[in-house]
T-cell receptor, first 114, second 114 residues
């Protein structure tokens, strides 16, 4: 199947700093990527849909100024958690839509905010 | 609104036992897609199956089998002769599109002990 690379896999940061997470489609062009958040032992919650060259569409309750999404190319989407606080600690997973196929997921990023 | 219910939080079995994971869904759409994903401890989501609402044929893939019943809005998943490597969280998901956007169930943790 298609490969989606997510980096970093783990990040620890101080409260108040910003963290950027990258999601890359390695062997295909992804016009649409998705960002999910997963709390321990819970399901994945869709945060936003990222479309190449346009603004992301955020789900209800997700702060767009807190979670900045940029999809500047067909192979890269980034999620920046701005001014991170301990409550932002979570597992963030991206996925990319393969045309005429399904979503493929990255391996996730575990964010810990101290 | 769409909803996916995975009532089983955790299932523990001994190797070689069969295990069935329940998935019940709610949707008003006549066309929809159902998915199963596996999330091993490493975190990435592994695609297992996609089924559209017009295809009620059951499917078998190796030790995995799926039972789709529209009459009861269920899409259950059975692992036959379980192995330790099957230990993971399994998510059932519902989507209007063949490629997502997903409504995930809460997930079922499967623990297979030797």
């Amino acid at each position: 199947g298609a490969v989606v690379s997510q980096h970093p896999s783990r990040v620890i940061c101080k409260s108040g700093t910003s963290v950027k997470i990258e999601c890359r489609s390695l062997d295909f062009q992804a016009t649409t990527m998705f960002w999910y958040r997963q709390f321990p032992k819970q399901s994945l919650m869709l945060m936003a849909t990222s479309n190449e060259g346009s603004k992301a569409t955020y789900e209800q309750g997700v702060e767009k100024d807190k979670f900045l999404i940029n999809h500047a190319s067909l192979t890269l989407s980034t999620l920046t958690v701005t001014s991170a606080h301990p409550e932002d600690s979570s597992f963030y997973i991206c996925s990319a839509r393969v045309p005429q196929d399904i979503q493929y997921f990255g391996a996730g990023t575990r964010l810990s905010v101290l | 609104a769409q909803k996916v219910t995975q009532a089983q939080t955790e299932i523990s079995v001994v190797e070689k036992e069969d295990v069935t994971l329940d998935c019940v869904y709610e949707t008003r759409d006549t066309t929809y897609y159902l998915f199963w994903y596996k999330q091993p401890p490493s975190g990435e989501l592994v695609f297992l199956i996609r089924r559209n609402s017009f295809d009620e044929q059951n499917e078998i893939s190796g030790r995995y089998s799926w039972n789709f019943q529209k009459s009861t809005s269920s899409f259950n998943f059975t692992i036959t002769a379980s192995q330790v490597v099957d230990s993971a969280v399994y998510f059932c998901a519902l989507s209007r599109d063949s490629w997502g956007k997903f409504q995930f169930g809460a997930g079922t943790q499967v623990v297979v002990t030797p």
